[in-house]
C-alpha cells in the first residue's frame, strides 16, 4: 500500500483483500476491517472490479470507495479510498498455503 508503511498495515492481523464470486468480499489492514460490494469493471483493458465499502476503523464506522485490476496472472493492483479521508494504492497477491493465518 503506498499510504502506510508494512507495519502499519499489518499492525492486528496481516494485510488482506478478498473478492467473491458474489461481487461481495472484505478487507483488513491496520485497524480497519471493510465489506465490499462490487461491480464488474474493464479498466485499461485489464478485467477488474470497482466497489463500495463500509466497516470499521478502531470500531468507528467508515466507509468508501475503490476498485482492483487482475495484473501479473493472479495479482491484482487497485485503490482504495475512505470516505472524506486517506486513499491508498495496493498491490495483492494470492496468499500461498504457508501464508495463510491459523490454516484459514
Do not use: K, N
Request: proline fraction near 4%.
Amino acid at each position: 500500500m503506498s499510504g502506510w508503511d508494512r507495519d502499519a498495515i499489518d499492525l492486528v492481523e496481516p494485510g488482506y483483500i478478498e473478492f467473491t464470486q458474489d461481487g461481495t468480499g472484505q478487507f483488513g489492514f491496520i485497524a480497519v476491517r471493510g465489506w465490499l460490494d462490487g461491480r464488474p469493471l474493464e479498466r485499461d483493458g485489464r478485467v477488474g472490479v470497482e466497489f463500495t465499502w463500509a466497516g470499521v476503523d478502531e470500531s468507528d464506522p467508515v466507509s468508501g470507495r475503490g476498485w482492483a485490476v487482475r495484473v501479473d496472472g493472479e495479482a491484482i493492483e487497485g485503490h482504495v479510498s475512505f470516505h472524506l479521508g486517506d486513499d491508498s494504492t495496493f498491490r495483492a497477491e494470492p496468499f500461498a498455503a504457508d501464508d495463510r493465518v491459523d490454516g484459514q
